[in-house]
């Protein structure tokens, strides 16, 4: 699943090409996403500008003047830029033209999301009730140490809930847990502030190493110019069960957690 680096990647692929430009077409091939795609969106959209583009979480906020287009990606979805006449695959769902550029949303398992909401976007039941981003000054040791009093939790589950913070996923709860040396089982509710003052800037240095890498290209996601990124290849613990640790030498042990795959070092985790 495309997470928070991957998405912000995104953000930043397609915001020269579409700031600014107007819609001249919508052409929805198979609107049935998670939600289905609003019937009348070709029509909605045909000449808004776009203004700029935002994410909130892993969601991508177009601003078109008097409302705004929601993008996910869901679990295998990816966006490019392209050339309108490119025929489309069997997976390519939804094109938005620009004249002489089109913006394409290609997803496998159709788990993504187009949505259209005149309303402020931030109230949008979707996003009203997420938490803090985790690249932003808001975010802090503090703010996970208060919200973590009394939690039975695991830690990793804790950092993962998009109440607290938003769009540390799989793959980054991993690995910044591992970069702050405390194991992903370790109740929330007993992880000292120290502890969590480490783990929130360890959080943010992982996605920024992330960020700098292009992100992981893992599955189906590339970046809006079809180039991968390669982030996978700094990974310390992330699907690297029975390898050794770079660390210390030691093996690498996977667990499951809430129906995913936690990995972890038992020598440079506690």
């Known amino acids: 699943m495309p997470e928070l680096p991957e998405v912000e990647i995104t953000r930043r692929g397609i915001a ?32 808004r500008v776009v203004r700029q583009v935002l994410r909130r979480a892993k969601y991508l906020l177009l601003d078109c003047g008097d409302g705004w287009l929601i993008l996910h990606l869901g679990m295998s979805g990816s966006l490019r830029i392209i050339e309108p006449a490119l025929p489309a695959g069997p997976h390519d769902h939804v094109d938005w033209v620009f004249g002489d550029v089109a913006l394409r949303l ?59 913070v938003v769009g540390v996923g799989n793959i980054y709860a991993n690995e910044s847990l591992f970069r702050a040396g405390i ?22 240095a992982t996605l920024q190493a992330a960020l700098a890498a292009g992100g992981s290209s893992l599955r189906d996601f590339v970046h809006s110019d079809g180039a991968s990124g390669y982030f996978q ?25 809430g129906q995913r795959s936690t990995f972890y070092c038992p020598t440079c985790q506690r």
């Open 233 to 257: 290849q700094q990974y310390f613990v992330y699907d690297r069960a029975g390898e050794a640790c770079r660390v210390c030498g030691g093996d690498v042990r996977v667990i499951r957690q």
């Open 106 to 164: 290609r997803d496998p398992r159709r788990f993504g999301a187009v949505l259209w909401t005149e309303d402020h976007v931030l109230e949008h039941p979707l996003l009203a009730h997420l938490g803090a981003e985790p690249l932003s000054p808001e975010f802090s040791g503090e703010l996970l140490f208060r919200a973590s009093r009394g939690r039975r939790v695991g830690v990793k589950q804790f950092i993962m809930d998009h109440h607290v």
């Open 183 to 204: 194991h992903p089982g370790r109740a929330a509710g007993r992880v000292s502030r120290a502890r969590y003052d480490k783990l929130a800037g360890e959080i943010g």
């Open 16 to 47: 020269p090409a579409l700031t600014g430009q107007a819609i001249t077409a919508v052409h929805v091939r198979d609107g049935r996403l998670r939600w289905p795609v609003p019937r009348r969106i070709g029509a909605i959209l045909k000449g």
